[in-house]
Nanobody
Framework: QVQLVESGGGLVQAGDSLRLSCAAS????????MGWFRQAPGKEREFVAQ????????YYSDTVKGRFAISRDNAKNTVYLQMNSLKPEDTAVYYC????????????????WGQGTQVTVSS
């Protein structure tokens, strides 16, 4: 069993930055790829970014590539999402999740999810 807890969300203005964190329980954290997804009201859950087990490889959706950066610290069992140049359309609840497959953008292939953290970007 893996438990994931996201933090770092908030209300910011367009152009600002935020860093989300996802703390994971369990000794096997470093063995699995991790991903970030987001879900805006009335929309489907959307893939944002993924990182492989070691942190050496990353994968992004086209909508965030160049603005967001995913990283991980396996010693701290934590994965991060640095979000720069935020836009109002980035407003959503952001979730971290685990999977056994890299690369993988399909939410159905992720098995453990956090509760989410709200990010709101005002114009």
């Amino acid at each position: 069993q893996v438990q994931l807890v996201e933090s770092g969300g908030g209300l910011v203005q367009a152009g600002d930055s935020l860093r989300l964190s996802c703390a994971a329980s369990g000794r096997t954290f470093s063995r699995f790829p991790m991903g970030w997804f987001r879900q805006a009201p009335g929309k489907e859950r959307e893939f944002v970014a993924q990182i492989n087990y070691s942190g050496a490889s990353t994968y992004y959706s086209d909508t965030v590539k160049g603005r967001f950066a995913i990283s991980r610290d396996n010693a701290k069992n934590t994965v991060y999402l640095q979000m720069n140049s935020l836009k109002p359309e980035d407003t959503a609840v952001y979730y971290c999740a685990t999977t056994t497959t890299y690369p993988m953008r399909s939410a159905e292939r992720y098995n453990y999810w956090g509760q989410g953290t709200q990010v709101t970007v005002s114009s």
